[in-house]
């Protein structure tokens, strides 16, 4: 029988399966990622497109943090602060960022105009609100990033009407050398309840893990949580806030922690067949008994 002939892949075929690579590369490895997919393709045009395409969507998923150029500090690169294609608000400095996606670095800053940026009323209460969350960031997270974004009702001038901020955290620990990267990634979508004199608050918190020494292992987990508070001052909403977030967050670190202490004890036997093909129990108090290469020798009729 003839072996059939390999179809070869269109541009369009070959962009899709590179741009899903980009975009699952998992955290501060998207750089590696695309260096082997270029040599793979052997086709720039190709790599271009999908790299174009795929390195926003990855930047602004893992809320990455760059450095602006001028002493300005950092940006985070997210979909709350995007104005327009590679411009990005930083609200601490009140700097619009112009980012290259593909390079992931930040090439130059311009001041944010005044119809980029919240009115004075909800900018105490989000300045308020940022304050808090760096002293929080600064304690909880080594290395991390936050901002706060106005996403709704930023012309609001005085009290009466309701508006919207989200709490950004990302923290990264990248080891590569060491064969390990992880991120923690967390959202906070605040909603400012103006009628009822009350905070709603829905957060959603990403943890991810790659392993990668002799293997390939990785961690990608999700978890969301809702609580509320009451409206008061600035600061003392912004203290309140604070105070959920670092509990909440406190808490599901908590769980995390304790999961994987019963990883070897609970689940990695859960994994296992109850009795093996001999119907006999495994003595997993005991196992210094049993000697691998005895058996195999003694099988194989080595020594003998």
């Avoid at 294609?85 to 400095?93: G, I, R, V």
């Avoid at 905070?199 to 918190?205: A, I, P, Q, R, T």
């Avoid at 070897?264 to 119907?279: A, C, H, Q, V």
Wanted: net charge negative; proline share 4%.
């Amino acid at each position: 029988m003839a072996e059939e002939e390999e179809t070869e892949l269109s541009d369009d075929q070959k962009k899709g399966i590179a741009k899903w690579f980009l975009v699952n590369a998992p955290a501060g490895e998207i750089q590696y990622v695309s260096r082997d997919l270029k040599l793979v393709l052997n086709d720039d045009d190709v790599y271009n497109e999908a790299a174009s395409e795929a390195f926003p969507v990855y930047n602004k998923c893992h809320l990455i943090s760059l450095k602006m150029p001028g002493g300005f500090g950092d940006v985070l690169v997210t979909s709350y602060g995007e104005l327009q294609d590679n411009e990005y608000l930083d609200p601490k400095t009140a700097q619009v960022a112009i980012v290259d996606h593909v390079k992931q670095a930040c090439t130059k800053v311009r001041p944010a105009t005044d119809e980029e940026l919240p009115s004075a009323y909800v900018e105490e209460y989000r300045c308020a609100l940022e304050a808090e969350i760096l002293k929080y960031v600064a304690e909880a997270y080594p290395k991390g990033s936050c901002s706060v974004y106005c996403t709704n009702g930023k012309d609001v001038e005085e009290p009466g009407s309701d508006f919207d901020l989200v709490v950004v955290i990302a923290a990264a620990r990248l080891s590569p050398q060491n064969f390990c990267n992880g991120s923690w990634r967390t959202i906070w979508n605040i909603e400012f309840k103006d009628d009822i004199q009350k905070l709603e608050l829905n957060g959603k918190l990403q943890v991810g893990a790659h392993y990668f020494e002799e293997g390939n292992v990785q961690l990608d987990t999700k978890h969301e949580c809702r609580d509320s508070t009451m409206f008061q001052s600035p600061d003392d909403t912004a203290i309140s806030v604070a105070n959920l977030i670092r509990r909440h967050e406190t808490a599901y670190m908590a769980s995390l922690e304790e999961s994987y202490f019963k990883l070897s004890d609970n689940t990695f036997k859960d994994l296992r067949r109850k009795l093996p093909i001999t119907r006999t129990l495994f003595p997993w108090r005991s196992t210094r008994q049993f000697s691998l290469k005895r058996e195999i020798s003694e099988e194989l009729g080595i020594g003998k």
